[in-house]
C-alpha cells in the first residue's frame, strides 16, 4: 500500500520540485538542530583547522597477525571459497 505498486520512477521525485534549494537546506538545519547543537561554520576555518600531518590508523593485517588474533580458522574457510 505504502507504493501503490508505483514505479520506482513514479515513486520517486526530485526535491527541487516541491521547494527552493534554500528551503531545503534551512528546514533540514531546523530539524538538526532539534537534536545536536549545530553552529555555523565557514569551509575556510574548517580547512585550516584541518591537521596536515593526520596519521592513519588504518593497516592491512598479514596472514600471521590475522592467525595470531585468532582468526586461523576463518582464513581456512575463507581459502576454501576462493578455491572453488
Same mark, same amino acid.
Given at each position: 500500500?505504502?507504493?501503490?505498486?508505483?514505479?520506482?520512477?513514479?515513486?520517486?521525485?526530485?526535491?527541487?520540485?516541491?521547494? %527552493? @534549494?534554500?528551503?531545503?537546506?534551512?528546514?533540514?538545519?531546523?530539524a538538526? /538542530?532539534?537534536?545536536?547543537?549545530?553552529?555555523?561554520?565557514? =569551509?575556510?576555518?574548517?580547512?585550516?583547522?584541518?591537521? %596536515? @600531518?593526520?596519521?592513519?590508523?588504518?593497516?592491512?593485517?598479514?596472514?600471521q /597477525?590475522?592467525?595470531?588474533a585468532?582468526?586461523?580458522?576463518r =582464513?581456512?574457510?575463507?581459502?576454501?571459497?576462493h578455491?572453488?
Amino acid at each position: 500500500m505504502y507504493r501503490r505498486a508505483r514505479d520506482h520512477l513514479e515513486f520517486i521525485c526530485r526535491m527541487k520540485e516541491y521547494m %527552493p @534549494r534554500s528551503v531545503f537546506i534551512d528546514r533540514t538545519i531546523e530539524a538538526v /538542530e532539534t537534536h545536536f547543537s549545530v553552529r555555523p561554520v565557514r =569551509l575556510e576555518a574548517m580547512e585550516t583547522d584541518l591537521n %596536515p @600531518r593526520f596519521a592513519h590508523s588504518t593497516k592491512l593485517l598479514t596472514k600471521q /597477525e590475522l592467525e595470531a588474533a585468532g582468526f586461523e580458522s576463518r =582464513l581456512k574457510t575463507s581459502s576454501l571459497s576462493h578455491s572453488l
